[in-house]
Nanobody
Framework: QLVESGGGLVQVGGSLRLSCAAS????????MAWFRQAAGKEREFVAA???????YYADSVKGRTAVSRDNGKNTLSLQMNSLSPDDTAVYYC???????????????????????WGQGTQVTVSS
């Protein structure tokens, strides 16, 4: 089970830190990622961390976003800075089944790679 927290209302240019807590099993055996879905749009990839620590970002958030995982605490975090209204969405945490140590960006950015999803947390950026 994955549970996200940290969403809310933030002003343009502000920052937000999202957290995802995994329970029921160790997340260290999985790749983990953040996806988001804006109203009326398809869910899209935001950032991912492989078991081996490789990190990938979507171009839309690169340079102002940092994803990290703490295997000891079974958590995944997403620090987002310089937020704009385009970042308004429901943010989802996701985990793959038990996986090999490394994976390609194509694999980690594909929704179909993930078998466990959180319920989502709303992020709203107001101007």
């Amino acid at each position: 089970q994955l549970v996200e927290s940290g969403g809310g209302l933030v002003q343009v240019g502000g920052s937000l830190r999202l957290s995802c807590a995994a329970s029921g099993r160790s997340a260290s055996a999985s790749h983990m990622a953040w996806f988001r879905q804006a109203a009326g749009k398809e869910r899209e990839f935001v950032a991912a961390v492989s078991r081996g620590g490789e990190i990938y970002y979507a171009d839309s958030v690169k340079g102002r976003t940092a994803v990290s995982r703490d295997n000891g605490k079974n958590t995944l975090s997403l620090q987002m800075n310089s937020l704009s209204p385009d970042d308004t969405a429901v943010y989802y945490c996701a985990a793959t089944p038990r996986s090999a140590f490394f994976a390609s960006r194509d694999h980690l950015s594909a929704q179909s790679s993930y078998s466990t999803w959180g319920q989502g947390t709303q992020v709203t950026v107001s101007s």
